[in-house]
């Protein structure tokens, strides 16, 4: 079971998005800052805590995804695309979904765009 939990805590993101596996895997070495007009939620897979997902209004009904998955639960990255994806159709008004690649595809992360 893959849950979603909305949180602000930034201690806790600057610390996931800063943790060495997640700037070699997923941030492009570049570190991680909280942005406040992002929503963030906790990802958590089987009971475990896994990660931080969060998207960015980009235009009106247009959200930019992104994720920064711990080394024990990339293997459940698409699953998690997917059940985020569910996530946000059901709980916001949405037109389309994008994710951009990083420039380093590791761990069998998924990149996409949807437009509905």
Known sequence: MITFTPT???????????HPDIIAGSNNGDG???KP?????????HG????????NEIQPLTFDCHAMYLPEIRGFS?????????YILTNTTVQ???????????????YCAMIG
């Open 8 to 18: 602000r805590n930034i201690d806790l993101i600057e610390t996931v998005g800063n």
């Open 32 to 34: 991680y800052d909280y």
């Open 37 to 45: 007009e992002c929503r963030y939620f906790e990802v958590n897979v």
């Open 48 to 55: 475990q805590f896994g990660g931080i997902v969060y998207y």
């Open 78 to 86: 698409k699953e998690i695309g997917l059940a985020f994806w569910r």
């Open 96 to 110: 389309c979904v994008t994710s951009f690649a990083a420039r380093k595809f590791r761990h069998g992360q998924m």
